[in-house]
């Protein structure tokens, strides 16, 4: 992995959020489809993220187990070398041989190092991608809030469209009298 990608994916991940409403009732179904879209796209970005890192440890696991069993091949050759066999102890012996290959050790630890970074971006892509899930699961929550919201007919403003209330009196009766009053008073 390139030495800048930790932090361009640090950065991604911290980017990778969504705020949600108190009311979504108030906000309708359009918000819901609006907020629903935003977090499947970040979990398919964070689910990408996750699968770039697991691929990045498994390469540098591979190159870790190999690059450490030549390390040994070559210790062992050290060790009889006829240089270092001449020391007197076999722990002067060992220490010489990890001096000589003080190189290869360097990198291998090199390598387990970006191992555990790794570890821990891969730590954080989880994290990142289980709190998208969990908001998803929290917008489904409210789009269930929106639709039995709307189906009771509860609302205020304009929310909700109101019939107009059906009158149970007979109109065209006082029609007939405002006209009788209105002929009389023209009589007169």
Do not use: W
């Given at each position: 992995?390139?030495?800048?990608?930790?932090?361009?994916?640090?950065?991604?991940?911290?980017?990778l959020?969504?705020?949600?409403?108190?009311?979504?009732?108030?906000?309708?179904?359009?918000?819901?489809?609006?907020?629903?879209?935003?977090?499947?796209?970040?979990?398919?970005?964070?689910?990408?993220?996750?699968?770039?890192i697991?691929n990045?440890?498994?390469?540098l696991?591979r190159?870790?187990?190999?690059?450490?069993?030549?390390?040994?091949?070559?210790?062992?050759?050290?060790?009889?070398?006829?240089?270092?066999?001449?020391?007197?102890?076999?722990?002067?012996?060992?220490?010489?041989?990890?001096d000589?290959?003080?190189?290869?050790?360097?990198?291998?630890?090199?390598?387990?190092d970006?191992?555990?970074?790794?570890?821990?971006?891969a730590?954080?892509?989880?994290?990142?991608?289980?709190?998208?899930?969990?908001?998803?699961?929290?917008?489904?929550?409210?789009a269930?809030?929106v639709?039995?919201?709307?189906?009771?007919?509860?609302?205020?403003?304009?929310e909700?469209?109101?019939?107009?209330?059906?009158?149970?009196?007979?109109?065209?009766?006082?029609?007939?009298?405002?006209?009788?009053?209105?002929n009389?008073s023209?009589?007169?």
């Amino acid at each position: 992995m390139h030495q800048d990608r930790p932090d361009q994916i640090m950065h991604l991940l911290r980017d990778l959020h969504v705020d949600l409403c108190d009311d979504p009732t108030v906000m309708g179904y359009h918000y819901i489809a609006t907020k629903t879209g935003a977090v499947r796209n970040m979990a398919n970005i964070a689910q990408q993220v996750r699968l770039e890192i697991a691929n990045e440890q498994r390469i540098l696991d591979r190159q870790l187990r190999a690059r450490k069993a030549s390390y040994k091949i070559a210790f062992g050759q050290v060790l009889l070398s006829d240089a270092v066999k001449r020391l007197p102890s076999y722990k002067d012996r060992e220490a010489a041989a990890e001096d000589i290959l003080k190189q290869d050790l360097s990198e291998i630890n090199t390598m387990v190092d970006e191992l555990a970074g790794l570890e821990a971006l891969a730590t954080a892509a989880a994290m990142v991608h289980s709190d998208l899930s969990k908001t998803a699961s929290e917008i489904r929550t409210q789009a269930e809030m929106v639709r039995r919201d709307r189906a009771s007919g509860a609302g205020f403003g304009n929310e909700t469209s109101v019939p107009e209330p059906k009158s149970t009196v007979d109109l065209s009766s006082f029609e007939k009298v405002i006209e009788e009053e209105l002929n009389k008073s023209i009589a007169d």
